[in-house]
């Protein structure tokens, strides 16, 4: 083997070990599932449930039973997605590390093997999404269209601000 192809293989192994090790510790912290995503979906839901959302929106009582129902469903699935099982999840974890441990100290690259690792986390975090959108759709379709257009605008203005934008109603730049 030349001395370019195992520095090949030495940077694409650093790459999965670094990729690997991201997405478990990101995975470890929020309980496997990506945070952003999760933190939009709670932030949405407590917007739509609040007494400010359903005034701003002028929700109906009707709407704001379907919308606590679809918030409902959808923590319920991400609860039997996720487990209860703390020290199952650690060993899930500590498992995972193993195969990469294993992968790493083997004399040749599996490549394979590393596919069949990263396409185990990936699998879980599209089901995550999937959880997600499908939340999205029913909520979109428990709005009319007025209250529809009311809250892209507003979650264009919340993109905004979240994105080095104002700060509240200070005019302070957000600190990242």
Known sequence: MTMS???SKLVLICGLVTASLGTTAVMAKEG????????????????LLSERGADKLSLTQAQQTQLQTIFDAQKAQF???????????????????????TLLEMPTFDEAAAKEL????????????LINLRTQHQVWQVLNAEQREKYSAMKKRMGKKGKGGKKGDRGEKKEG
């Open 32 to 47: 496997g599932h990506h945070k952003q995503g999760h933190s939009q979906q709670k932030h949405q839901a407590r917007f």
């Open 79 to 101: 609860k039997v997605l996720r487990g209860d099982d703390k020290e199952a999840m650690k060993k899930a974890r500590m498992a995972h590390k193993e195969k990469m441990k």
């Open 118 to 129: 990263l396409t185990e986390r990936q699998t879980k975090g599209e089901q995550f999404a």
């Open 5 to 7: 192809a195992k520095i």
